[in-house]
């Protein structure tokens, strides 16, 4: 009855339901963390799309259907997404970096707090914010590790068809091939819920989700 | 000087959008899979209608100054066959109004066609008059789905830069980019009845790629 009181004046005088005034530095922090996961999931959907064309450049290099023309694009595809994965990795470290900056600041704001069931509350949706980016920098540790090994991959397949490039190389590559192609197929569907779960963790930052 | 203005200006208006647009099918099919990823990820498109669906079409719309082409679009085109999703079909868009109401000038669509006969007026590349179709804007995400949504011809979604817009659709005509589909299907006189049919099939080395969107479509 108290809490549900504590949180009706709140409502009444502006304050978000955690406690937070609208200009708490946690809430300042909030807003720069989820514009950054904005920014990462603009970047994988990018690196997607290069995967994508990738995959078309090596389908088409094992059919020998303008080997020479595919493989140049295979490359250039390739040294793109290096780029682009170089990018996701600075971004993921500021998204990071920007959590413990906004958790930082939303305890320091706890500790003012002299109304022991506010603090309860918030102390409770601090650690729930902790739980739900575990979780989401988990699914990130896990696709960055297969993104690693299909990266060394490609490269491989770079480098051979590099040394030699002929129908008979193209043909011998055909097992590298198809194992690179189902991992970049595995990685796009990862890549889509690794982006679904960004995208749910986001509104938990913003803090427009019942679940904050 | 005027007279070389007057000439670009001639010309620009002349220039058909299909050639200003017409975009391969490797470049569409992962364009296509983005767009509807977001639709999904955002909550704005309904998968159980998406699962009543009969096709799909999957489309980038890009608005043009007044009195210089309308709008254009590129994007593509699948029925649903017995075996699953149908392969890709490249179409263009010119003219009308086609979710351009509200003065955005890059508009990302999906249209679940929700009765064959939809399937086949988009696979006969018809003129969409104003009037010519029952089109609605589709219930979001996690919305009920009721009969009446099921038995219109189009259930509408539209994304601009994060807004969801209201519907306006019509006075448009759908164009067949039979050069892309040659192109990717690897036959020269395939047909769009063809690929919806699944008479022709994606091409081995193609469905890797492809194998997205059929992802997303689950």
């Given at each position: 009855m108290k809490n549900a009181l504590l949180v009706l004046i709140a409502l009444c005088i502006g304050l978000p339901v955690n406690g937070r005034?609208?200009?708490s530095d946690s809430l300042n922090i909030a807003g720069d963390q989820a514009v950054s996961m904005n920014k990462l999931d603009d970047l994988m959907g990018r690196a997607q799309k290069r995967l994508s064309y990738i995959m078309t450049n090596l389908g088409e290099l094992s059919d020998n259907n303008d080997a020479n023309n595919n493989f140049d694009k295979f490359k250039e595809n390739l040294d793109d997404l290096g780029s682009i994965r170089s990018d996701i990795k600075d971004r993921v470290e500021r998204v990071r970096d920007l959590q413990g900056q906004r958790i930082a600041a939303w305890t320091k704001e706890v500790s003012g707090m002299t109304d022991k069931d506010m603090r309860k509350i918030t102390n409770d949706q601090i650690d729930a914010a902790k739980a739900d980016f575990d979780a989401l920098d988990k699914q990130l540790r896990e696709v960055g590790g297969d993104a690693n090994d299909l990266m060394a991959l490609l490269e491989d397949l770079k480098k051979y068809f590099a040394s030699s490039f002929s129908p008979d190389s193209i043909k011998t590559s055909q097992p590298m091939v198809q194992k690179a192609t189902a991992s970049a197929q595995e990685m796009l569907k990862d890549t889509d819920a690794l982006r679904n779960a960004i995208s749910k963790s986001k509104q938990k930052v913003k803090g427009t989700s019942s679940g904050t | 000087m005027k007279i070389i203005t007057r000439l670009a200006l001639a010309a620009l208006i002349a220039m058909p959008g299909t050639t200003l647009r017409a975009e391969s099918l490797d470049k569409l099919v992962p364009d296509c899979a983005e767009i509807l990823g977001r639709m999904k990820r955002e909550d704005i498109i309904n998968m159980d209608l998406v699962n009543e669906a009969k096709g799909i079409v999957i489309l980038n719309v890009t608005g043009f100054s007044i009195?210089?082409?309308g709008s254009g679009g590129d994007g593509i085109l699948m029925s649903k066959t017995e075996k699953g999703w149908s392969g890709p079909v490249a179409i263009t868009t010119d003219g009308g109004t086609l979710g351009i109401d509200?003065?955005?000038?890059d508009n990302d669509i999906v249209i679940l066609l929700m009765n064959n006969g939809a399937v086949s007026k988009w696979a006969a590349g018809e003129n969409f008059g104003s009037s010519s179709a029952s089109a609605v804007m589709g219930p979001k995400g996690g919305a009920a789905v009721d009969a009446t949504m099921k038995t219109r011809d189009f259930n509408v979604y539209i994304w601009n830069k994060g807004a969801k817009l209201g519907v306006n659709f019509g006075g448009f005509d759908v164009n067949i980019n039979n050069e892309a589909n040659a192109n990717f299907y690897d036959r020269?006189?395939?047909s769009a009845k063809d690929i919806l049919n699944n008479v022709a099939e994606v091409p081995e080395s193609k469905k890797a790629a492809v194998s997205r969107i059929y992802d997303l479509l689950k």
């Open positions: 005034s609208q200009n | 009195g210089i082409g509200v003065g955005g000038t020269p006189l395939v």
